[in-house]
């Protein structure tokens, strides 16, 4: 697909007709448009901080700079730092590998362990953002939810990760428990609009509830499979 305004335009335009010979002059109203996509090379760029020391000749105070709060606080600038969480929490990227890409793509040598305390400080930063949009999808009319195991680094029991999507934001919490409380505390005690979900009891108390299409057709499936004709519990 052409792109409506291409960032360089190189035209190739004869000046002379191959045959005879004579000045051509003039301009193709539609021309041939051939487009090339490509990435440019990019190279992470490092600022050096230079902290000097200095001692007064008078009184022999030794006096140092400070480097500003911002810098101080990471090898890494917040560009860098933003990729790590996309390739972590986006494109679900082992520490390892996001690692990998970084130095391959970009020249950026980072250690796995460097990624882990990146992300720590991400879900810090995040935490205020995710607070202030659950009241958003407490509001929201229809929402899908669901649930799924998860293994959280320094827990000997599993965890569960609960996902709330709906049309604008998708809300994720990783938690010790699968009982319905926490789904009651991410869509609200009272929440009253259509959820999608499996047919899992932690749902029962939602006062409207669309099961999920896959599970109903897998569990029809077994059913013409077994040769009955008697419904699941919950099917209407």
């Given at each position: 697909m052409l792109v409506?305004?291409?960032?360089?335009?190189?035209?190739?335009?004869?000046?002379?007709?191959?045959?005879?010979?004579?000045l051509l002059l003039g301009k193709d109203s539609k021309p041939y448009r051939h487009q090339v996509t490509e990435l440019p090379v990019v190279k992470a760029r490092v600022v050096e901080h230079q902290v000097h020391r200095l001692t007064c000749p008078c009184c022999g105070q030794v006096n140092g700079g400070e480097l500003p709060r911002d810098v101080a606080t990471s090898q890494f600038g917040v560009n860098v730092m933003s990729r790590v969480?996309?390739?972590?929490?986006?494109?679900?990227?082992?520490?390892?590998?996001?690692?990998?890409?970084?130095?391959?793509?970009?020249?950026?040598?980072?250690?796995?362990?460097?990624?882990?305390?990146?992300?720590?400080?991400?879900?810090?930063?995040l935490a205020g953002p995710v607070a202030e949009l659950q009241p958003y999808v407490q509001d929201q009319s229809i929402c899908n939810v669901d649930e799924t195991s998860w293994r959280q680094a320094g827990q000997q029991r599993r965890s569960w990760l609960w996902t709330v999507v709906t049309r604008y934001v998708t809300l994720f919490q990783i938690a010790p428990s699968r009982g319905s409380q926490v789904a009651r505390e991410l869509l609200g005690e009272n929440y009253t609009g259509v959820a999608g979900t499996d047919r899992y009891s932690a749902y029962a108390w939602l006062v409207w509830r669309q099961f999920c299409w896959s599970h109903l057709l897998r569990d029809f499936q077994k059913i013409l499979e077994r040769g009955g004709d008697s419904y699941p519990i919950g099917w209407h």
């Open positions: 409506a305004q291409p960032d360089e335009i190189i035209v190739y335009q004869p000046v002379s007709c191959a045959r005879c010979g004579a969480g996309l390739l972590m929490g986006r494109y679900r990227l082992s520490k390892r590998q996001v690692a990998q890409v970084l130095e391959e793509c970009f020249g950026i040598k980072m250690a796995a362990s460097t990624v882990v305390n990146h992300q720590t400080v991400l879900s810090q930063a």
